[in-house]
């Protein structure tokens, strides 16, 4: 079983950066990949980005490319998501999710992000 916290929401500015991380713990030896999604209310949760739990492979929506970017410290077995150049439609909840080996997934709470002036 693996379990996952979110952290780093806040309120910013447009044009201005935010750093979300996402703390495993647990089984984090069988983890394949994570993701990072976002919803907001109304809204079906859109997933922005994923990497493999190694870090070696990643991939964006196009939505947030060039602007947002995954990290991983194996150390803490924590993932970070580094959104600069953030807009108004970015504001959303933001999630992360693991995926296993064998696929079994695990969702944080959330965090809220909001780009306001």
């Known amino acids: 079983q693996v379990q996952v916290v979110e952290s780093g929401g806040g309120l910013v500015q447009p044009g201005g950066s935010l750093r979300l991380s996402c703390a495993a713990s647990?089984?984090?030896?069988?983890?394949?990949?994570v993701g990072w999604y976002r919803q907001v209310p109304g809204k079906e949760r859109e997933w922005i980005a994923r990497?493999?739990?190694?870090?070696?492979?990643?991939t964006y929506a196009d939505s947030v490319k060039g602007r947002f970017t995954i990290s991983r410290d194996g150390t803490r077995n924590t993932v970070y998501l580094q959104m600069n150049s953030l807009k108004p439609e970015d504001t959303a909840v933001y999630y992360c999710?693991?995926?296993?080996?064998?696929?079994?997934?695990?969702w944080g709470r959330g965090t809220q992000v909001t780009v306001s002036s």
């Open positions: 999710s693991t995926i296993a080996i064998g696929g079994s997934t695990s």
């Open positions: 647990g089984s984090v030896f069988s983890l394949y990949s």
């Open positions: 990497s493999s739990w190694s870090g070696d492979s990643t």
